[in-house]
């Protein structure tokens, strides 16, 4: 099995929900010396995307996503295996995410926080339908860099509002960015509320991420 003919096999057990699967090939990634990051992005994240996608179409439903999610996170704990001990170690900022409450939807935001994880981010992923005062508690606890709200419908978006100016009140802004994505949102929402990043993607998000972990640590 070559490179491409891995990449689509794995983005295909995860759409097929098959841990087993999809565990075996993140063996065989490693045994073939394949960057175990390349492997999550074009074929575990991939097979995320397209079960997000079907979800979306009423094609699957939340326990077979759910299912497609375990099988992936399995997948990245072998291949993690496989990054070197420095890059292990080395924590690139802490980041808190969410799904604003009211909001059940999280797939994007679960594979936000893989990737996150795979780049060296100590990652505090409160799930979906996340109370705003979780956030900000979570952020005090944590002394988090980033905190990323995620929101997939309009009457849940207002909540990335709500949560700007809750981390002011708990005189927390100063001292964290904010980071908002969703199906809904957009990056004229984002500079509406004074967020400070916006991203489409899980990739983007990443990018994003990482460029304002790398300020804040000047």
């Given at each position: 099995m070559n490179e491409q003919e891995?990449?689509?096999a794995a983005a295909a057990a995860i759409v097929a929900a098959d841990e087993e699967k999809a565990v075996d090939l993140a063996r065989q990634a490693l045994e073939l010396g394949l960057d175990p990051v390349k492997v999550i992005n074009l074929g575990y994240s991939e097979g995320m995307k397209q079960v997000g996608d079907l979800f979306e179409r009423g094609q699957v439903f939340l326990p077979?996503?759910?299912?497609a999610s375990e099988a992936m996170v399995a997948a990245v704990d072998i291949l993690e295996?496989?990054?070197p001990e420095a890059e292990k170690e080395k924590t690139a900022g802490i980041a808190v995410l969410g799904t604003i409450e009211g909001d059940v939807h999280d797939i994007g935001k679960g594979i936000v926080a893989t990737l996150l994880r795979v780049y060296g981010f100590e990652v505090h992923d409160l799930g979906r339908d996340v109370p705003l005062d979780d956030f900000v508690a979570k952020v005090k606890e944590t002394g988090?860099?980033?905190v990323g709200s995620s929101a997939l419908m309009t009457t849940t978006m207002v909540g990335q509002r709500t949560l700007e100016q809750k981390l002011k009140d708990a005189g927390l802004r100063d001292k964290v960015k904010t980071m908002v994505g969703g199906a809904v949102v957009t990056q004229h929402w984002a500079d509406k509320i004074g967020a400070d990043g916006y991203a489409?993607?899980?990739q983007e998000a990443v990018q994003k991420a990482i460029e304002i972990a790398e300020t804040m640590r000047g």
């Open positions: 891995l990449m689509e077979e996503v759910i299912i295996e496989g990054l988090a860099h980033i489409e993607d899980a």
